[in-house]
């Protein structure tokens, strides 16, 4: 079974902090999509990652691509509250061509 | 900007009642999704369909689910006879290429809340 891990699952912080969220797996991604899923709502899409090592600014946000498609992360920079939300990494497995969801990160940023 | 539509937003069906979860995907997509999340839990792949048929199931879609076409516009997903697990958020998702293009991602509505009494 293809999982995609994320890590932390749950994390509560302070307006202005910085973090970061890991994705990880053991199979390899032939691309990687994260997503912001609010509650009642579907996962909106905030950037894809093709290419090993490739890196993507969305504001605060920066993506990175593990250098073997395994695993991603997402490091916010100075969080707002409006950064609050649940995190999710996807991807498609490039043996199965499954699209596969992550567990999720759940983010509360303080005010 | 163009989005997926999905209705109703919520639906509350006994239990061994027949339900259909409609969608309206972007009008110029041609791939379609349907993926189901239990509360709590995390977004499950359903079931793919492209060129009015089924291209990719995942063992959840089993032979009580059937996804339609019906016309040009709507996407539908049947559940024959509903039981209590099938309660979740039900989502839809369309692109314009098949998924593992990475350049063609998918867009999701907003879902359908089913609970099953």
Redesign the interface.
């Known amino acids: 079974t293809q999982l995609l891990e994320q890590s932390p699952q749950f994390l509560s912080i302070q307006e202005g902090e910085n973090l970061t969220v890991y994705c990880n797996s053991s199979s390899v991604f ?2 990687l ?1 994260w ?1 912001r899923q609010e509650p ?6 905030l950037v ?1 990652v ?1 290419t090993g090592g490739e890196v993507k600014k969305l504001k605060r946000l920066t993506f990175q691509f593990g250098d073997a498609r395994k695993d991603s992360s997402l490091h916010i920079t100075a969080a707002q509250t409006g950064d609050t939300g649940l995190y ?1 990494c ?1 991807g ?1 497995d ?1 043996g199965t ?8 990160t759940r983010l509360k940023v303080l005010a | 900007e163009p989005e ?1 539509t ?1 209705t109703p937003s919520h639906q509350v069906t006994q239990m061994g009642q027949e339900v259909i979860l409609r969608c309206v995907p972007i009008s110029n997509h041609l791939y379609f ?1 349907w ?1 189901r999340q239990i509360l709590g839990q ?4 359903l079931v793919s369909f492209y060129n009015n048929e089924i291209s ?1 199931k995942s063992e959840i879609f089993d032979d009580q689910f059937s996804v339609e076409r019906p016309d040009g516009s709507n996407f539908t997903l049947k559940i024959r006879s509903t039981k209590l697990e099938d309660s979740a958020m039900y ?1 839809c ?1 369309s692109s314009s290429g098949p ?5 063609q ?7 359908t ?1 089913l609970s099953i009494l």
């Open positions: 032939s691309s999509q997503y009642g709502e579907g996962p909106v899409l894809t093709v999710l996807a498609t490039s061509y499954k699209y596969i969801f992550g567990t999720g | 997926v999905q999704y993926y995390k977004v499950e792949f990719e989502f998702a998924k593992h293009y990475s350049n991602p998918q867009h999701f509505g907003d879902g809340r």
